[in-house]
């Protein structure tokens, strides 16, 4: 079954490319950083994300707003995901953006040819 899916420009691989390169380089470097002493310091992130869970266990209120910022995130990727990058399945009769409606098409009609009658 072919699949539909809006074509991503170029500069979006570029930029696709580059965060799934940082995802695998930047852990390896934090690695090394504190095996070696050489690397990126990474643990600020460690700290902001125990902040951002101790503001959450503060109130109900606060962990409703944190789940529901992951339930949003989550369902943006998965839809970013689908229309990018996975695609739609879609029929080979079915075209897509119409509303299944396809009128025959029609000839237009001649116009009958008068006899003009002139009186004078």
């Known amino acids: 079954m072919p699949t539909w899916k809006t074509r991503m420009s170029r500069s979006s691989y570029i930029l696709l490319a580059i965060a799934i390169i940082a995802?695998?380089?930047l852990p390896l470097l934090h690695i090394t950083y504190h095996a070696v002493g050489f690397g990126v310091d990474l643990s600020f992130i460690g700290v902001a994300f125990m902040g951002l869970l101790e503001w959450a266990a503060l109130g109900p209120i606060n962990g409703a707003l944190l789940l529901g910022g992951f339930f949003f995130l989550g369902?943006?990727?998965w839809y970013m995901l689908k229309k990018y990058i996975i695609g739609t399945s879609i029929p080979m009769t079915t075209?897509?953006?119409t509303t299944g409606?396809?009128?025959a098409?029609?000839?237009p009609s001649q116009p009958e040819q008068q006899d003009e009658t002139v009186i004078t």
């Open 75 to 77: 369902a943006f990727t």
């Open 23 to 25: 995802i695998i380089t």
């Open 101 to 103: 409606y396809n009128p």
């Open 105 to 107: 098409p029609t000839q």
């Open 95 to 97: 075209q897509p953006y």
